[in-house]
């Protein structure tokens, strides 16, 4: 009877929030499975996980924030969810370590975007480390800047070139006013050489960051950046075909219409489309909605959705798109419950290639989960994030940890 109660409590909270997205109840008979999943971490507080899947090893891992230096937290799971291997890894002794993106990297190993505070100077650096499983790493690339000058990684990718793209911005605030420019890099593992290049919107001042990066057809990266000036603020899209020859398209102007829109993830659709996902407005993170898109190369919109529950923010963190024609699936960050109980909760949603809403799950606990990442490997999807609360019983570490969860999708 209890049992019974506190489904239908469940049916009642997720019809709700259906509702209130203004979405739609999927039909069809496609479903999202949850085969597993684990809540790992230490008794300090981890936050920023990335995921990477290499050699058929899941690698979860995340910033610890601890009492002195911050060190990166990893955990290293088989495709079945069997944990393999936990190490901690410290960059550079003084330092705070923040991770910033996994990718996969040759022979099972990882490679790991990193940023590097040291608080005495202050600055921060950014670094590519080639990592394995047993937390053993080498620098493959490092940029430091002087005082008062912080760089933030914010992705990473493999091209089909093969080389290693990285995004974020340089925050400098030496000067009387704070100025940020987006920061692209490419690394070449076969030659160890490094190009990078600083982006602003011609000449003009303000806040450029790149938060998404997607491989291009060819080589180079679909980058996706967000901009806020006193004019306004917005997102658009960079067709980066190599590193020197780039191309500006409005792909995301349109997309929280007035509102301006910030982008989060950038992923290649059919025939030379583009999903996107992030939130809108820009400037009210608060009432922010998500929106997931398809938009054409030319910038037009093929279709978008949004989901919003009034009074919180709503943010699509994450874009996976399936082989063979599987349509993709969307990671967004909502609300679960109402009043001083609401907390916040994870959405997946399965769109077919036309943006109809195929299936649904909801990952969460009775605390806050955010979702930070999504990977795909061997008909399995993996999802990464945080939680401040129990989501399996008995697995809770404490204070916020990370989970890894594994779902089948059923069509
Ligand atoms: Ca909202
Ligand atoms: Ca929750
Ligand atoms: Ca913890």
Redesign the pocket.
């Known amino acids: 009877m209890a049992m019974q109660k506190r489904w239908a409590m469940g049916l009642f909270l997720l019809a709700g929030l259906l509702a209130a997205c203004g979405g739609q109840t999927p039909s069809g008979g496609a479903t999202i499975e949850q085969m597993w999943i684990h809540q790992v971490g230490t008794e300090d507080e981890e936050y920023s996980p990335a995921l990477a899947v290499s050699g058929g090893k899941l690698f979860l891992g995340g910033t610890i924030v601890k009492e002195g230096d911050d060190p990166l937290g990893f955990w290293v799971f088989d495709a079945t969810g069997n944990l393999q291997s936990h190490f901690t890894v410290q960059t550079y002794e003084g330092k705070d370590d923040d991770l910033e993106a996994l990718a996969p990297g040759p022979d099972g190993r990882v490679y790991a975007l990193v940023e590097e505070t040291d608080w005495g100077v202050p600055a921060s650096d950014l670094t590519l480390l080639d990592l394995d499983d047993q937390g053993n790493f080498t620098r493959l690339w490092t940029r430091g800047y002087s005082a008062d000058i912080y760089l933030h990684g914010e992705d990473l990718v493999q091209g089909e070139d093969g080389a290693y793209y990285l995004a974020g911005y340089i925050e400098d605030v030496s000067g009387d006013e704070r100025v940020e420019e987006g920061l692209l890099v490419r690394y070449d593992p076969a030659t160890d050489e490094a190009v990078e290049k600083n982006f602003t919107y011609s000449g003009a001042s303000g806040f450029f960051r790149f938060r998404a990066l997607a491989p291009y057809p060819g080589g180079g990266v679909y980058a996706g950046w967000d901009w806020e000036t006193v004019e306004g603020c917005g997102s658009s899209v960079l067709f980066v075909e190599d590193i020197n020859n780039t191309t500006h398209r409005g792909i995301a102007l349109g997309l929280g219409l007035d509102g301006g829109f910030r982008i989060t993830a950038v992923a290649p659709a059919p025939g030379g489309d583009l999903y996107v996902a992030g939130w809108t407005p820009c400037r009210d993170f608060i009432q922010a909605k998500a929106v997931v898109a398809r938009v054409k190369s030319d910038g037009s919109l093929v279709w978008k959705k949004s989901y919003d529950v009034p009074g919180v923010p709503d943010v699509a963190r994450a874009l996976l798109p399936l082989p063979e024609g599987q349509g993709l699936v969307a990671a967004v960050t909502t609300a ?2 109402s009043g001083e109980e609401t ?4 959405l997946l949603v399965w769109f077919d290639e036309d943006g109809n809403e195929l299936a649904t799950a909801t990952v ?6 955010v979702v930070f990442d999504l990977a795909f490997a061997g008909g399995t999807l993996y999802v990464a994030g945080t ?1 401040d ?1 129990e989501l399996v019983s008995g697995e809770a570490v404490g204070g916020r940890d990370l989970f890894l969860a594994a779902f089948r999708l059923n069509r």
């Open positions: 679960q419950g907390h916040a909760e994870i969460g606990s009775s605390g806050d989960d939680t609360g």
